[in-house]
Each structure stands twice: as structure tokens, then as C-alpha cells.
């Protein structure tokens, strides 16, 4: 069976950001998984605020090239920050305009759909992201018929959490994170 591909999308493109680093080391635990994983950033992706007329007239080119990478890829983790309860701005954002692009023939939403998704969080606070994963959850899901494993990684006081070699310091949140990115690899396994 061919290597799962999995796409790492974090929700924040601060340069020092704490998801960033989340990211990259589950794109380390999935290569160590043997999955083929593409880490991108949404910086490479710039998009205008979403408004429905400006997508009446015509979908930035942006927003295509994510709902291709999406539909790329059999497996998504994606780790977002926790603003003001909720996802960043620039995650919905492109969300929402992913989300309104539709080859021809194609159902709507078929970038979330037929793939399996996986979500962390990461926050200086004590809180771990929670409710920014409960948000994301709730979009994915609710909002865009995807399939969001139950297992999700929630890395509290970001800022002292990981070690020089950017791995994370606490054993539990480690196996966690492991456990969370073998499941998703599996799942990701059986799609087509
Ligand atoms: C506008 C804004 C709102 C925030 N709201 C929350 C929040 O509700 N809960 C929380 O734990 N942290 C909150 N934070 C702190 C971020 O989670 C924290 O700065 C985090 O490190 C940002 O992620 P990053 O390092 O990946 O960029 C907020 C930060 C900003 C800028």
C-alpha cells in the first residue's frame, strides 16, 4: 500500500510561533510513520478578507491552490492558536474560501470531505488551545462535512513546553502527540 499523504497546515504565521513549531515536529513523527507529509505555511497563501461579492467575482488564485493541496493530500493536521476563544483570523479566513471552491462536477465541499483530519493547538496560556480546538472542530465538522479524529493535541504554556531540540518536554503530551498522528496516518491509509 502506498505511503499516506499527509498535509501539516499551522493556523499562524508569526515568525516564532509555537503552532509553527507543533508543526513541525508532527511533520517529523509522520515521516518517522513513513507517511509522505507536505508542511505548508498560509503566508505563501495570502488571501483578501472573504466577501462574497468579491467571490462572485472571480476565487483568488490562493484560495484554488489550498483546495488543491487539500484534495491532494488523504490526511490534514492542522494546529491553530487560540484567539480570543476561537481560531485565528487568517485559519477561517481560509477556511471560508477554500471551502467556496468547487471544480466542475464536484459536490460542495469536497476538499474537507473523503479525507481524514487531525488538530492541535498550542497557547502560552494554561488553557492549551481548548476552546480554539472545540471552534475548530465545529467548523470542520459541522461546517464542512469533514472527518475530525477524536484524539486532538492541546499544548499548554507554550512557551516553556518544548526542549533545545524542539521536541516536547512532557512524556504524556509526547505519546499524545505520537498517538494522535499514528491514528490519523491510518485512517488516512484506507482513504482513496
Ligand atoms: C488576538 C489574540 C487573542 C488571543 N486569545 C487567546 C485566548 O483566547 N486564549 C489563549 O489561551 N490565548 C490567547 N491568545 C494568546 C495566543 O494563543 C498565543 O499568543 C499563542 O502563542 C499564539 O500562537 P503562535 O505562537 O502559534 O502564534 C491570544 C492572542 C492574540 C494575539
Redesign the pocket.
Known amino acids: 500500500m502506498p505511503a499516506p499523504k499527509i498535509l501539516v497546515l499551522?493556523g499562524?504565521q508569526?515568525s516564532?510561533?509555537?503552532?509553527?513549531r507543533l508543526a513541525a515536529l508532527a511533520t517529523k513523527e509522520l515521516a518517522l510513520m513513513e507517511a509522505e507529509v507536505t508542511r505548508i505555511s498560509l503566508q505563501d497563501y495570502p488571501l483578501p478578507l472573504f466577501d462574497a461579492d468579491l467571490a462572485d467575482s472571480g476565487l483568488p488564485q490562493a484560495a484554488v491552490q489550498l483546495k488543491r493541496m487539500l484534495a491532494a493530500h488523504q490526511g490534514v493536521f492542522i494546529t491553530s492558536?487560540?484567539?480570543?476563544?476561537s481560531v485565528t483570523p487568517i485559519l477561517k479566513n481560509a477556511i471560508d474560501w477554500i471551502s467556496r471552491v468547487r471544480d466542475v462536477g464536484e459536490a460542495p465541499y469536497a476538499a474537507f470531505k473523503g479525507r481524514v483530519f487531525a488538530i492541535g493547538s498550542?497557547?502560552?496560556?494554561s488553557?492549551g488551545?481548548v476552546?480554539s480546538l472545540m471552534a475548530l472542530r465545529q467548523i470542520l465538522e459541522l461546517g464542512c462535512g469533514a472527518l475530525v479524529i477524536p484524539e486532538q493535541i492541546s499544548v499548554p504554556r507554550?512557551e516553556e513546553a518544548f526542549d533545545a531540540m524542539d521536541n516536547l518536554k512532557d512524556e504524556a503530551l509526547a505519546a499524545g502527540l505520537k498517538a494522535a498522528m499514528r491514528r490519523l496516518v491510518e485512517l488516512a491509509s484506507v482513504m482513496k
Open positions: 499551522p499562524s508569526r516564532g510561533s509555537h503552532n509553527a492558536p487560540e484567539y480570543s476563544a498550542a497557547t502560552r496560556g488553557g488551545g476552546r507554550a
